[in-house]
């Protein structure tokens, strides 16, 4: 185990081309299915749903993929998770305070 | 050792009692703690830059549900073209860098020179566009305190005939492009930083660096690459694809 005065461990993964490759694919078909998607007239706010899920699913893959979270230590991978935490509380509670009193204020 | 002792060592007798490579710095006790280092303090500089855009997100989700007919109005004044064709740009960018990462990683000069040139190559590219875009922003009187005018609003378009605006809904689509121009603003601003960093870092690289295990300055750049280009990716349907269907 490692002690106060030994660093911490972490293999280097080095990630193949070919993985890269295909998440790349996967990013510039999401895109398509995205532009598609905006084209077609879905029911109540169902097209900006479909964008954002499919723009998360995007950054999910880059974060993972692109930026070696999946392979990175713990320690990494509690830091980008802090970050979505933070975000999230930044976006929740400024948007309720909106919601709960100025709603579609137009 | 006194410190006369000391100070009299050159670079090459203080270094006989300990070997490590030269970009080891001596506060570090292994090249992977000084990789891991950088890289945590990487990440918490981009947790700062999630906030920043944060904000202005934030603020878009408002005014979005406030004066929705107005975004509706502005978003298709955008080319979807442009916009799909910098998104493409991007993720390309993306692959290129992560690639020159894998190149730093391997050992490969050639290989990291190629990527990065072609990184900035795509960068640049998405940096055109934006220009372009920006420029016809302009000629259209869209631009808010420059020469915004609600005329082109007031009547519907060729292809969106129900994006007629009252005269006060029309004046609120100064609200849709200041938070335009800020965003992919900032985040243009972020790519002519990130392409003149990456340029730095490729002549240092065609003068024989990164390829002998000094990796994280490569990595920490991708990061920031990878994150610009996660930014834009939220841009792109929030900006561009606001009630697109005809």
């Known amino acids: 185990m490692p002690g106060p005065s030994e660093p911490t461990h972490h293999e280097e993964h080095i990630v193949s081309p070919k993985l890269y490759l295909v998440i790349g694919a996967t990013l510039l078909i999401f895109t398509g299915i995205t532009v598609g998607a905006s084209l077609i007239d879905l029911p109540g706010d169902l097209n900006a749903v479909v964008a954002l899920a499919i723009a998360c699913i995007k950054m999910t893959l880059v974060v993972l993929f692109f930026m070696h979270v999946k392979y990175s230590s713990q320690l990494t991978k509690l830091t980008v998770a802090a970050g979505f935490f933070t975000f999230i509380v930044l976006i929740t509670m400024t948007m309720t305070d909106y919601i709960s009193r100025a709603w579609g204020r137009w | ?246």
């Open chain 2, 1 to 246: 050792m006194d410190s006369h002792t000391v100070a009299a060592q050159t670079a090459e007798t203080a270094h006989a009692e300990h070997e490590h490579p030269a970009f080891l710095r001596h506060h570090f006790e292994s090249v992977e703690q000084q990789r891991e280092s950088a890289t945590f303090g990487m990440w918490l500089f981009l947790l700062t830059e999630i906030m920043f855009f944060g904000g202005l997100f934030c603020a878009y989700l408002i005014f979005r549900n406030w004066y929705y007919p107005a975004f509706v109005a502005g978003s298709h004044s955008l080319h979807l073209w442009a916009g799909t064709l910098n998104t493409t740009l991007l993720i390309i960018s993306s692959f290129t860098m992560a690639m020159a990462v894998h190149a730093s990683e391997t050992r490969v000069r050639k290989a990291l020179i190629g990527w990065m040139i072609a990184t900035i190559i795509l960068g640049s590219g998405f940096l055109c566009v934006k220009a372009y875009e920006w420029h016809d922003e302009w000629v259209e009187h869209h631009v808010p305190g420059l020469n915004f005018s609600p005329q082109g609003f007031l009547h519907g378009t060729k292809d969106y005939p129900d994006d007629k605006l009252s005269l006060d809904m029309a004046e609120k689509t100064q609200v849709y492009f200041s938070l335009y121009f800020a965003m992919t603003g900032m985040h243009a601003l972020h790519m002519i930083i990130g392409v003149s960093l990456l340029t730095i870092l490729l002549i240092q690289a065609w003068g024989g660096k990164y390829v002998e295990g000094h990796v994280a300055p490569i990595e920490n750049f991708g990061l920031y690459w990878h994150f610009v280009d996660i930014v834009w990716i939220f841009l792109f349907p929030l900006l561009y694809l606001i009630r697109r269907h005809q």
